[in-house]
């Protein structure tokens, strides 16, 4: 099984060029492959986003608590 970690500019850029309202599947597989310990994030990769004001901060909140 393959593990993936991913950064902060990674799912920046996520958000700009798939957003959740126009691609929901795509951020409900990232959701499943998250809960499966399939994709990863350092915990800078949270401090990093919680310095913004949007959507990203909100889902990145959601999946960390």
Known sequence: MNVYCIDT???IELKIKYPREVFPT???KMEGLIQNGRI???IE???EIE????ELKKWVRGKTG
């Not at 310095?51 to 949007?54: L, S, T, V």
Request: charged share 40%.
């Open 40 to 42: 990863i994030a350092p």
């Open 9 to 11: 500019s990674s799912l």
């Open 45 to 47: 990769v949270k401090k």
């Open 26 to 28: 795509l951020w409900e």
């Open 51 to 54: 310095k913004g004001d949007d």
